[in-house]
Nanobody, 119 residues
Framework: VQLVESGGGLVQAGGSLRLSCVAS????????IGWYRQAPGKQREMVATVSSGGSTNYADSMKGRFTISRDNARDSVYLQMNNLEPAGTAFYYCKALLQVSIEGQLGVWGQGTLVTVSS
């Protein structure tokens, strides 16, 4: 499975962006997919995930401002980000959790897209 993110860019504080991630390859293996981010000098952190059944999970600081959605027909996942804050400046990565065997799982990352929020 390969993941390609898009939609990053420069936005003013309080603005919105919509990130997209398109999966290709053996997409039937995708068990869950989501967004993570890594700010300069900080560890990568989970932003939001969505399971194959549609269950979503958000980091506490993103709840109410970010929305993750999944379009299985297009093998895509989106992240709508509203009311962005300068602290949201980071590389945003798409990650898929693959069920590669009965007991085996594998994580696959995209190359990331940069979001810069100016104050």
């Amino acid at each position: 499975v390969q993941l390609v993110e898009s939609g990053g860019g420069l936005v003013q504080a309080g603005g919105s962006l919509r990130l997209s991630c398109v999966a290709s390859g053996s997409t039937y293996q995708i068990k869950a997919i989501g967004w993570y981010r890594q700010a300069p000098g900080k560890q990568r952190e989970m932003v939001a995930t969505v399971s194959s059944g549609g269950s979503t999970n958000y980091a506490d600081s993103m709840k109410g401002r970010f929305t993750i959605s999944r379009d299985n027909a297009r093998d895509s996942v989106y992240l709508q980000m509203n009311n962005l804050e300068p602290a949201g400046t980071a590389f945003y990565y798409c990650k898929a959790l693959l069920q590669v065997s009965i007991e085996g799982q594998l994580g696959v990352w995209g190359q990331g897209t940069l979001v810069t929020v100016s104050s």
